[in-house]
């Protein structure tokens, strides 16, 4: 008995459980504060713009909980979007092979960023800006420095954006992409907390020396904590070409720190060696509905920025004051 009650208070003063229910007074508020709010077409809107950030969140997890950090996956969805987009609009291949070109791609950089921090030891903060650079000029390159739109709703070669939204006859949007996501999170949960794989991620992020020491192959599973954000940017970047009707090069730049802020505030260590999927997933709403619903109150954007950042720092805190009452 007292063994449940001890794990029912864990739960209940929990990162995840605290910012569950920010996530919900958040909607409570502005759903009070706001009529337009409490339209359909607003929590669309929300949705569409939480599939490739949760995305790429789901996937730099990894690398946070190894004590490291991915900033390429911003430029990098861009980047990824438009090679398949490339392949698709201007070479008139189709869209299937575009969509497995923009994995490949995304799953090239997460390997050289894994290559560069396990075998080259550069610091993961050096390493994934260097990328991030790299990242934005190929996919100017790739474009040309012009924009490149996927096939839109109707056009043939379109039935990749209805992986994530599907119009019924009347008009109704459906985001059945927000089920995919949901699906997605619960592998990745298993993956991190009940394999091998997520086992010793979390081992490197908690003690990497002591890791080695015991047998394990660090550097190939710190390498798989990169290869699996660059996978994870890479279903970011179908994710938006499917939400947005054009992919602008040069853009993407701060995409990285939403989904990093997000993954933080859901209780991933900032130090490495502690998070979860389902945590970065809470955190990425705190900041969409942020975004999406501070407007509705009459902010404008700089004061988006600095409530966000706010509500990390406190998450920062929350993680610092935590470790010191385990040390």
Known sequence: MNNKK??????????????????????IFFCAVSPDFRKYSTFMSILDYSYYIVLMAIGVTFPLITGGVDLSIGTGLICYSLAGGFLVTQKGLPVGVGLLVTILVGVGIGIANGLLVSLMNLPPFLATLCTCMITRGLGSIFSSGFGISWPA????????????????????????????????????AFVLN????????????????ATRLSGVNVKF???????????????AAIAYSAIFSTVQPGTGAGFELEAIGGAIIGGVSASGGAGSIEGSLIGVFVICLLKTGLPYIGLQANWQQIITGIVLIAAVMIDIIKRRKIA
């Open 221 to 235: 599973y710190h390498c798989m904590a990169y290869v699996i954000s660059g996978f994870f940017a890479s279903l």
């Open 194 to 209: 009940h394999t091998r794989l997520g086992r010793y991620t979390l081992a490197i992020g908690s003690n990497k020396e």
């Open 6 to 27: 001890s794990s029912l208070a864990a739960t209940l003063t929990s990162q995840k459980f605290i910012v569950l229910l920010v996530v919900i007074g958040l909607i």
């Open 153 to 188: 709703s109707g056009a043939p070669g379109s039935w990749f954006r209805n992986i994530f939204k599907i119009t019924t006859a009347n008009g109704t949007k459906i985001p059945i992409g927000f089920l995919w996501i949901i699906i997605i999170v619960i592998i990745m």
